[in-house]
Nanobody, 116 residues
Framework: QVQLVESGGGLEEPGGSLRLSCAASGFPFSNYAIHWYRQAPGKERELVVTVTTIGRGINYADSVWGRFAASRDNAKSTAYLRMNSLKSEDTAVYYC?????????WGLGTQVTVSS
């Protein structure tokens, strides 16, 4: 069964840091890029960053450039999103996504709330 499970979200103060994880199963993880998206209340889902198969973060959203860093551990079938210098506007549900042949797979998301 193909599955993505996000974790690591929570409540953090402005300026703080969080690290999100995306645990994958049911497909050859190392063969596919992983995408991190987020959706804030009342807004459309947006791409935050793509992690290539070798762990390079590309296509960072302008709003997170220089603050967020994506990575992965293929041996653990897990992708990560390190979020530094958090701002209130980073508050959203964060999802990981993989595009497999014939299907687009999403996790259930993890809530990130940035507030003092």
């Amino acid at each position: 069964q193909v599955q993505l499970v996000e974790s690591g979200g929570g409540l953090e103060e402005p300026g703080g840091s969080l690290r999100l994880s995306c645990a994958a199963s049911g497909f050859p993880f190392s063969n596919y890029a992983i995408h991190w998206y987020r959706q804030a209340p009342g807004k459309e889902r947006e791409l935050v960053v793509t992690v290539t198969t070798i762990g390079r973060g590309i296509n960072y959203a302008d709003s997170v450039w220089g603050r967020f860093a994506a990575s992965r551990d293929n041996a653990k079938s897990t992708a990560y999103l390190r979020m530094n210098s958090l701002k209130s506007e980073d508050t959203a549900v964060y999802y990981c996504n993989v595009e497999l042949p014939g299907r687009n797979v999403w996790g259930l998301g993890t809530q990130v709330t940035v507030s003092s």
